[in-house]
């Protein structure tokens, strides 16, 4: 079971983050970047895995790959936006994580407009 891996491995660096943030703080937050950064390929593949699996999908329903594409790359800023947002508020940096929010947010809404415009199309057809 991979998650009791991904868990296992995250227990252990952080009682080693947990150690060396008494003797070099530095070290502990770089400590703790890698070990974020290791789960995060980790995971990966299934990413990947996934992606694969709703390429198929939109393929088999006709659905415009643009779409898929925005939707895919909506989920993929919310991913690293998230993951970057933690890092910061890890390492004390709050405001900044919550500007990296915020710019996500932005980025997200700016690739969402084709697909409301789209849905708008459509609802506009279906009313005549």
Known sequence: MEILQIVGFG???AVLIVLLRQQKPEMAMLVSIAAGVVIFLFVLDKVGAVVNVLKDLAARANINMLYLGAI???V???YIADFGA???RDSGEGALASKIEF???VLIMVLAVPIVMAVLDTI???LG
């Open 103 to 105: 710019a996500a947010k």
């Open 72 to 74: 895919l790359k909506i």
């Open 124 to 126: 506009m057809k279906i």
């Open 86 to 88: 933690q890092i910061c």
């Open 11 to 13: 227990l252990v660096a």
């Open 76 to 78: 993929g800023i919310a």
